[in-house]
């Protein structure tokens, strides 16, 4: 079974930037569908960010401008480059692709307050 592992959660002030990375137990070379999600407390997990394997992004309209969603395929590694955090972006990301099954990682938890 793949293995998504998040990590580069924390604590960040308002306007800051952290970058979120998900590395994969294989490769993710022909991986069309990996992505991020997130989930804020009392609401239903959401689809922050999308990125295909020829490299098209897409996102939530929230955090267009602010997010960005790359891949680095011979690090078989998935990032999330968060810039002008604001409060309202606090949740637990979560990792997500798509292999013979869906995989999902163990989420990393994101704060943004002052």
């Known amino acids: 079974q793949v293995q998504l592992v998040e990590s580069g959660g924390g604590l960040v002030q308002p306007g800051g930037s952290l970058r979120l990375s998900c590395a994969a137990s294989e490769s993710i070379f022909s991986i069309n569908d990996m992505g991020w999600y997130r989930q804020a407390p009392g609401k239903q997990r959401e689809l922050v960010a999308h990125?295909?394997?020829?490299?098209?992004?897409n996102y939530v309209d929230s955090v267009k401008g602010r997010f960005t969603i790359s891949r680095d395929n011979a690090k078989n590694t998935v990032y999330l480059q968060m810039n002008s955090l604001k409060p309202e972006d606090t949740a637990v990301y979560y990792c997500?692709?798509?292999?013979?099954?869906?995989?999902w990682g163990q989420g990393t938890l994101v704060t943004v307050s002052s």
């Open positions: 990125i295909s394997s020829g490299g098209t992004t």
């Open positions: 997500n692709a798509l292999f013979s099954e869906w995989a």
